[in-house]
């Protein structure tokens, strides 16, 4: 038996097929575009989404030795914290608003407000949160809440026509199938649901209130069995699939990367490095560390929560380098080719660690964690007339890591325990260079895993063979039964250098100074923008 997996990224959508055993039979990817507009805006067009996935999902299955009957499913990762409305026929109305967006932080900020406050939170309402479903609102507004408050103060006419909220997941899987609902991970960023119970998660009156949105407007939560039905007719012909081909409720990025990268257990560690970067384990317990934006939230393996944190820019700082400084898209320097990763890496290999003193700040859309500063913004600091490129590539590479390196006590103190070894997960962990620099920083050993961009879409595999397993095998999916190192083995392990780690523990210092030196400067520019 076979599989279709889609994973639909904020900058890249891969789709895959995969046989329940766990083997990767063939994978195609293509670009997403992203729009950012003024004042904070993000926003992707969802029938994008769709054209970019049917056509993927062809060209796959046109190459691919599996006969079309033998793929028995398909199930879809996406995005997460982004919101699609939709018309009752099912139609998006406008773009999707996706996690980056900031423009509903206004509304957010009035929304917690109260006294006595901590933080610009009312305290009634931050400890009620926290309580019910184990964080808040983030104030910097890119949680899907502030989405649709956005849309309900400042496009009207667009929230009274929405018939539901979705997030990507909700809305591929609706395409595909037909039915309309949630899960309890997915909605957890609506910050409007009781997570207490894992069994029992559903919307609190008192949030729903609170926030001023209609509950008809939001999906139904579904619990239990991930078969959400059979590929709608049109699609199952314009994809030239049987109509018997089952469509799975996945699950977002995040948690089916966590699954993906192979720590199934709890307290098995992974980083992931693509677009953003997260530094997170499955954890056994519910609790919230409201000072670094972090809290474990529901999973998607049943009865189990995972330490949620997101760093905005990662492997889009290496975009950025691409595209405005190596290989500018107007021409001035040509288009950039495609080995321009690799170049990179090339590039920075021919630089001692520590870039000769150059320093690269990561945060150039905000921060979330360890830090949820909105304001915030990077830049090269302690450049000289002695740096060249290859300088910027490296100082890019050792700038996200020092940012894992921020972050990395907190998660730890958060798990209540060290981590021995990190796998590493996403595009940037292709990259033996680093994670070499991050085994360094972090003074941790680093193991790349085989294939790390497919963890995404291994994880929501995982997930449907579990679900095919039990409908065609009678195996119960309480447990989880896929051997992991099966399906997310290792390729190598890094270790870290003493020498360098001693050197990087000096330029974390000088890394986090920078931080709390150009807060207050860039709040102020952020002011007058």
Same mark, same amino acid.
């Given at each position: 038996?076979?599989?279709?997996?889609i994973?639909l990224?904020?900058s890249?959508?891969?789709?895959a097929?995969?046989?329940?055993?766990?083997?990767?039979?063939?994978?195609?990817a293509?670009?997403?575009?992203?729009?950012? /507009?003024?004042?904070?805006g993000?926003?992707?067009?969802?029938?994008?989404?769709?054209r970019v996935?049917t056509?993927?999902?062809?060209?796959?299955?046109?190459?691919?030795?599996?006969?079309?009957?033998?793929?028995?499913?398909?199930?879809c990762?996406a995005?997460?914290?982004?919101?699609?409305?939709?018309d009752k026929?099912?139609?998006?109305?406008?773009?999707?608003i996706?996690?980056?967006d900031?423009r509903? +932080?206004?509304?957010?900020?009035?929304?917690?407000?109260g $006294?006595?406050?901590?933080?610009?939170?009312? *305290? !009634?309402?931050?400890?009620?949160?926290?309580?019910l479903?184990?964080?808040?609102?983030?104030?910097?507004g890119?949680?899907?809440?502030?989405?649709?408050?956005y849309?309900?103060?400042?496009?009207?006419?667009?929230?009274?026509a929405?018939?539901?909220?979705?997030?990507?997941i909700?809305?591929?899987?609706?395409?595909?199938s037909?039915t309309?609902?949630?899960?309890?991970?997915?909605?957890?960023?609506?910050? /409007?649901t009781d =997570?207490?119970?894992?069994?029992?998660?559903?919307?609190?009156p008192? /949030?729903? @209130?609170?926030?001023?949105?209609?509950?008809?407007? *939001?999906?139904?939560?579904? %619990?239990?069995?991930?078969? #959400?039905?059979?590929?709608?007719?049109?699609?199952?012909?314009?994809?030239?699939?049987p109509?018997?081909?089952?469509?799975?409720?996945?699950?977002?990025?995040?948690?089916?990367?966590?699954?993906?990268?192979?720590?199934?257990?709890?307290?098995?560690?992974?980083?992931?490095?693509?677009?953003?970067? &997260?530094?997170?384990c499955?954890?056994?317990?519910?609790?919230?560390?409201?000072?670094?934006n972090?809290?474990? #939230?529901p999973?998607?393996?049943?009865?189990?929560?995972?330490?949620?944190?997101?760093?905005?820019t990662?492997?889009?700082c290496l975009?950025?380098l %691409?595209?405005?400084?190596?290989?500018?898209p107007?021409g001035l320097?040509?288009?950039?080719?495609?080995?321009?990763?690799?170049?990179?890496?090339?590039?920075a290999a021919?630089?001692?660690p520590?870039?000769?003193?150059l320093?690269f700040?990561? &945060?150039?859309?905000?921060e979330?964690?360890?830090?949820?500063?909105?304001?915030?913004r990077?830049? $090269?600091?302690h450049?000289s007339? =002695?740096h060249?490129? +290859?300088?910027?590539?490296?100082?890019?590479?050792?700038?996200?890591?020092?940012?894992?390196?921020?972050?990395?006590?907190?998660v730890? @103190?958060?798990?209540?325990?060290?981590?021995?070894q990190? @796998?590493?997960?996403?595009?940037? +962990?292709?990259s033996?260079? &680093?994670?070499?620099?991050?085994?360094?920083?972090?003074?941790r050993p680093?193991?790349?895993?085989?294939n790390?961009?497919?963890?995404?879409?291994?994880?929501?595999?995982?997930?449907?063979?579990?679900?095919?397993?039990?409908?065609?095998?009678?195996?119960?999916?309480?447990?989880?039964? #896929?051997?992991?190192?099966?399906?997310?083995?290792?390729?190598q392990?890094?270790?870290?250098?003493?020498?360098?780690? @001693?050197?990087?523990? =000096?330029?974390?210092?000088? $890394?986090?100074? /920078?931080?709390?030196?150009? !807060?207050?400067i860039h709040a102020?520019v +952020?002011s =007058?923008?």
């Amino acid at each position: 038996m076979y599989l279709v997996a889609i994973d639909l990224g904020t900058s890249v959508c891969k789709v895959a097929i995969f046989s329940v055993q766990g083997e990767l039979v063939q994978l195609k990817a293509a670009p997403v575009s992203l729009s950012l /507009l003024p004042d904070g805006g993000a926003e992707q067009d969802p029938r994008e989404w769709q054209r970019v996935i049917t056509q993927l999902v062809q060209q796959l299955l046109n190459m691919s030795p599996v006969p079309r009957e033998q793929i028995r499913a398909v199930i879809c990762s996406a995005q997460w914290s982004s919101t699609v409305a939709i018309d009752k026929a099912g139609e998006p109305i406008g773009n999707a608003i996706i996690w980056m967006d900031t423009r509903g +932080a206004a509304h957010i900020r009035e929304l917690i407000y109260g $006294f006595p406050a901590f933080e610009g939170y009312s *305290l !009634r309402k931050l400890f009620t949160w926290i309580r019910l479903t184990g964080g808040a609102p983030g104030r910097a507004g890119k949680d899907p809440l502030a989405h649709i408050l956005y849309l309900k103060h400042e496009q009207p006419d667009r929230y009274r026509a929405a018939w539901k909220f979705l997030e990507p997941i909700d809305y591929l899987n609706f395409w595909l199938s037909g039915t309309l609902s949630t899960s309890p991970e997915a909605i957890t960023l609506h910050w /409007l649901t009781d =997570n207490r119970d894992l069994s029992r998660v559903d919307y609190h009156p008192m /949030l729903l @209130r609170w926030a001023g949105i209609e509950r008809e407007k *939001l999906p139904d939560i579904r %619990r239990g069995g991930r078969v #959400l039905g059979r590929l709608r007719p049109s699609i199952a012909e314009a994809w030239d699939l049987p109509r018997e081909t089952l469509v799975i409720a996945g699950t977002p990025d995040i948690h089916a990367a966590a699954i993906g990268s192979g720590g199934v257990r709890d307290f098995d560690p992974h980083l992931y490095i693509g677009t953003s970067a &997260w530094l997170s384990c499955h954890v056994p317990f519910k609790k919230t560390d409201l000072l670094h934006n972090m809290a474990a #939230l529901p999973a998607a393996l049943p009865g189990r929560y995972f330490i949620a944190n997101e760093q905005e820019t990662a492997g889009m700082c290496l975009t950025f380098l %691409r595209d405005h400084l190596f290989f500018a898209p107007d021409g001035l320097t040509g288009d950039a080719p495609p080995d321009a990763y690799a170049r990179f890496d090339a590039l920075a290999a021919e630089v001692p660690p520590g870039s000769e003193g150059l320093i690269f700040t990561p &945060w150039l859309y905000g921060e979330r964690t360890p830090v949820e500063d909105d304001a915030i913004r990077g830049g $090269f600091h302690h450049l000289s007339l =002695n740096h060249r490129r +290859a300088h910027l590539v490296r100082a890019v590479l050792e700038g996200v890591a020092l940012n894992l390196r921020w972050l990395l006590p907190y998660v730890e @103190r958060f798990a209540g325990r060290r981590f021995e070894q990190i @796998r590493a997960i996403g595009g940037g +962990a292709r990259s033996d260079l &680093w994670c070499q620099i991050l085994a360094d920083v972090l003074n941790r050993p680093i193991a790349q895993m085989e294939n790390p961009v497919t963890a995404t879409l291994r994880g929501a595999a995982m997930l449907g063979a579990l679900e095919l397993r039990q409908i065609h095998e009678g195996s119960p999916t309480n447990r989880f039964h #896929l051997d992991p190192a099966r399906w997310a083995p290792i390729r190598q392990v890094f270790q870290p250098d003493p020498a360098n780690t @001693r050197l990087y523990a =000096n330029l974390f210092r000088a $890394f986090h100074a /920078l931080y709390r030196a150009t !807060r207050p400067i860039h709040a102020k520019v +952020a002011s =007058n923008e």
